[in-house]
């Protein structure tokens, strides 16, 4: 099984950390998926913080 690293995500425009996933220690890059903030309403940019 591939070792896998927590990482939280957090909207780019109110800043809340809505959400955790898993991603591969083997990527470098940030994390960055659209999804749903309830903060917001709307479906924002989360991108991973550190």
Sequence with gaps: M???D???LACEICLSR????HR????KERLE????CPKCGK???HKETK
Aim: glycine share 0%; charged share 35%; aromatic share 10%.
């Design 43 to 45: 479906m924002t940019l």
């Design 18 to 21: 809505n959400y955790t996933t």
């Design 24 to 27: 591969s220690k083997t990527k």
């Design 33 to 36: 998926l659209k999804k749903f």
């Design 6 to 8: 927590k990482v939280i």
């Design 2 to 4: 591939a070792k896998d």
